[in-house]
């Protein structure tokens, strides 16, 4: 078998005008290249590293009742991923904070599930090094969903402890959030194998180390 690409040997698929879309999205407002959008048409680049290499930083920040909880200690947090990450974005905190606000007014969610984002982009010329790619900055709001419906949140999750250990923090810096989520997803797939509802992963000396999607606290005593 021949590894030549010859053009003439058979007739080449058509080019299409546009993309068409056939998936559906959740209702919500994006914001993407100083542009408001709705979901569906908010896209990046095949090329992205954050989709290629999940080379990218983010934080998320909830909406309740049409107020923010604590916006500005996400803010710090998406701000210093940024910085260890030697990322950078064409807007300043207040600029940041104004883009959700508008992202959730936009919407028109009471309760939401807001995001802001970075990617490290692509390069123009396809180069290997990050320092050559132009940043993307994004954000998003949509209808707050939580990782349990809602019986599961009136009698609880059946949960097991994968075998999967959650990615040290020496390989990754746990206080940049990102999008590392492999060992996560085989995780819940262990779960769903032995009849459990979601996952918890430990560390590599067997703490508790947190689930595909939350946290985990204990009540020990009557303290928290």
Partial sequence: MSNLIDPHTKPLPSLSAHHIDPHSYPDGIAFLDGQYLPMSQAKISVLDW???????????????????????????????????????????????????????????????????????????????????????????????????????????????????????????DPTIKNYHWLDLVRGLYDAYDRGAETALLLDFNGNVAEGPGFNVFCVAGGRL
Avoid at 78 to 100: N, Q, S, Y
């Fill in 50 to 172: 954050g989709f290629l290499h999940s080379d990218a930083t983010y934080d998320t920040v909830h909406v309740w009742d049409g107020r923010f909880f604590r916006l500005d200690l996400h803010l710090d947090r998406f701000f210093g991923g940024l910085e260890k990450l030697r990322m950078t974005v064409p807007f300043d905190r207040d600029g940041v904070a104004e883009i959700l606000h508008n992202c959730v007014a936009l919407s028109g969610h009471r309760a939401a599930y807001v995001e802001m984002l970075c990617t490290r982009g692509a390069s123009p010329t396809f180069s290997r090094d990050p320092r050559d790619a132009a940043n993307r900055f994004m954000a998003f709001a949509v209808p707050f969903g939580s990782v349990a419906n809602a019986e599961q949140l009136q009698r609880g999750l059946h949960v097991a402890i994968s075998d999967k250990v959650r990615i040290p923090p020496a390989s990754i």
